[in-house]
C-alpha cells in the first residue's frame, strides 16, 4: 500500500506543451506555442527589470493596480476583474468551484485541451462535442447538455483551429445554456481578430450573471513565461475565485509587466498589422503549393497535409532545418500542423521549407 491520489486524477495525461528543442540542431525556431512574433514589449522587460530589487516584497494580492489598468484599456469595471497565474489558472478554479465529481464539462471536439485535462482531474465528465467544418456547432453543443452539465467552455477564436464563432451564435449558445450554467468564453487570441462584429465576451457577461471572459497576457502581448491572465465576471462570480484562488497568485514582476504592456505605445497595432499581413502571406503561400490553409482569426494557421504520415514527413522536414511547429495528434487531428506566424524571417524560412516539401 502506498498513497494514492484520488481516482480521477490517475485519467490525465499531463499537458505536453511546444518543443523548444531539437537534439544536434543549434539554431531553433520556435512556432509551436503561438508566443507572439516580437517578444516581450519592451516597456515590459524593463518593469520586470526595475521589480528585481524589490523581490522581497509580497505582491499586492488583489492585483488592484493592474486590474485598474486592464479596466481602463478595456473599458471594463476593476472590481469584476479577476487576475489569475496564466488563463490556465483561472480555467482550472473555475472548473474547481464548479464542477467536479458528479458533474458535466461540455466543450468542443478541438476546443483548448487545458479544459478537458482539468475537468478530467477535478473529477468532470468531459463531454467534447463534434464540430462542422473544424468549427464549434451551437446545436449540437446544446444537444449535448443535460442535467449533470455545470460548464460549458468556448474557445473564441478557437485554438487549435483558428476559427471563429460569429458573435451571434455564442449568444445563442448562452441563450440556449440553463441559468445554473457557467459559460467560459475564453479569448486568447481576441486582439488578432479582425472580423467585424466580434466582440471578445465582454457583452455576453453584461447581459447574464452566469457567464466569464478569460483574457491573456501570453499571446499578443509576449509574456507567456510571466504568467498572467484575467478573468471578467459579474460579481458573484468574482467573489467566487476571490474564495478559491491563492492571496499571491499573481507575482509582483506579472503585475509590473502586464501593466507596462498594456501602457506600451502602438504595440497592438503593430503586431496586429504584421499577424495579417504574414497570416495571409503565408497561407498565399502554401495554399499554392497545394497545402490547403484554414481561414484563422489568430496568430497561427492549420495547415492540412491530407493524411498523418505526410504532416509527420513534413514536421521532420521543417526540424531538419530547425523549425519547430506543434503536431496535432494529440489533439485528434493528426493530418494537420499548427504553425504559430513569426516574425518576417521566420515566416519565409517556413514558407521556404513547407515550399521545397510540397514540391520534393
Ligand atoms: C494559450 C492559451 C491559453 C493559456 O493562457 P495562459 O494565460 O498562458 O495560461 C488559454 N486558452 C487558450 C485558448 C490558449 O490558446
Known amino acids: 500500500m502506498t498513497v494514492m491520489p484520488r481516482p480521477s486524477i490517475l485519467a490525465v495525461e499531463p499537458y505536453v506543451g511546444g518543443e523548444s528543442r531539437i537534439p544536434g540542431v543549434n539554431r531553433i525556431v520556435k512556432l509551436s506555442s503561438n508566443e507572439g512574433a516580437f517578444g516581450p514589449p519592451p516597456g515590459a522587460v524593463e518593469a520586470i527589470r526595475a ?10 494580492g488583489g492585483a488592484k493596480a493592474l486590474r485598474e489598468a ?25 472548473i474547481m468551484a464548479y464542477g467536479g465529481e458528479g458533474t458535466e464539462l461540455v466543450m468542443s471536439a478541438y476546443g483548448f485541451q487545458m479544459y478537458e485535462l482539468t475537468g478530467l482531474w477535478a473529477g468532470c465528465r468531459v463531454i467534447k462535442v463534434p ?18 452539465t455545470k460548464l460549458v467552455f468556448l474557445t473564441n477564436p478557437n485554438n ?28 486568447a487570441y481576441a486582439e488578432y481578430v479582425t472580423a467585424p462584429g466580434y466582440d471578445a465576451g465582454a457583452k455576453v ?24 491572465g484575467w478573468a471578467y465576471a459579474s460579481p458573484t462570480i468574482v467573489a467566487v475565485l476571490g474564495r478559491v484562488r491563492g492571496p499571491f497568485n499573481v507575482n509582483a ?25 504574414w497570416r495571409a502571406k503565408l497561407s498565399a503561400a502554401l495554399e499554392a503549393v497545394g497545402l490547403p490553409v484554414r481561414p484563422s482569426e489568430t496568430n497561427f494557421v492549420l495547415v492540412d497535409f491530407g493524411s498523418a504520415e505526410r504532416a509527420g514527413a513534413a514536421d521532420a522536414h521543417l526540424r531538419a532545418r530547425g523549425l519547430i511547429v506543434r503536431a496535432m495528434g494529440g489533439y485528434g487531428l493528426p493530418r494537420y500542423l499548427r504553425v504559430t506566424i513569426g ?17 520534393g
Open 51 to 60: 521589480m528585481a530589487t524589490e523581490a522581497h516584497r509580497y505582491p499586492d
Open 70 to 94: 486592464i479596466g481602463a484599456a478595456h473599458g471594463l469595471d476593476p472590481a469584476r476583474i479577476v487576475c489569475g497565474n496564466g488563463s490556465d489558472e483561472l480555467i482550472a478554479l473555475l
Open 131 to 148: 464540430e462542422r467544418e473544424l468549427t464549434a456547432d451551437v446545436d449540437a453543443m446544446l444537444a449535448a447538455v443535460g442535467p449533470r
Open 160 to 187: 487549435p483551429t483558428g476559427t471563429l464563432l460569429p458573435q451571434g451564435e455564442v449568444e445563442r449558445l448562452r441563450a440556449g445554456l440553463r441559468d445554473d450554467i457557467l459559460l467560459a468564453l475564453d479569448s
Open 205 to 228: 457577461v453584461d447581459a447574464s450573471d452566469n457567464t466569464v471572459m478569460l483574457r491573456t497576457f501570453s499571446k499578443i502581448y509576449g509574456l507567456g513565461g510571466m504568467r498572467l
Open 253 to 277: 514582476a506579472a503585475a509590473a509587466a502586464g501593466i507596462a504592456a498594456l501602457a506600451e505605445p502602438g504595440w497592438i497595432g503593430k503586431n496586429v498589422a504584421h499577424n495579417s499581413e
Open 343 to 359: 516574425n518576417a524571417e521566420e515566416c519565409e524560412m517556413v514558407i521556404e521549407a513547407l515550399t521545397g516539401f510540397a514540391r
